[in-house]
Nanobody, 123 residues
């Protein structure tokens, strides 16, 4: 029902900013919770942020609180991740994902995944 394509990754210096986008196709997009996850080499995939179908509820990993902001525009079928004050430890492949509500931070509860976009932060 949902197909996801991420974009916006790249190379940035520490302290800089990037904005990731995830474009979704499917007429039921607005009914899904959306999440961002990341995976660094040799590490397990970890939760970053999630937003409810209405946009009224958000949740962030402790490591990104105060620096990252998740948002969505259901009219454009798009979810965003604004990343500020980036650190080298933020380097990873970032994935967007979708699940039917309610909001959750557990990887295995998400049903649809994008292909990922690389974010590299240099020191």
């Amino acid at each position: 029902q949902v197909q996801l394509v991420e974009s916006g990754g790249g190379l940035v210096q520490a302290g800089g900013s990037l904005r990731l986008s995830c474009a979704a196709s499917g007429r039921t997009f607005s009914s899904y919770t959306m999440g961002w996850f990341r995976q660094a080499p040799g590490k397990e995939r970890e939760f970053v942020a999630a937003i409810s179908w209405s946009g009224g509820s958000t949740y962030y990993a402790d490591s990104v609180k105060g620096r990252f902001t998740i948002s969505r525009d259901n009219a454009k079928n798009t979810v965003y991740l604004q990343m500020n004050s980036l650190k080298p430890e933020d380097t990873a492949v970032y994935y967007c994902a979708a699940k039917k509500s309610p909001l959750a931070a557990i990887v295995t509860t998400y049903d649809y995944w994008g292909q990922g976009t690389q974010v590299t932060v240099s020191s």
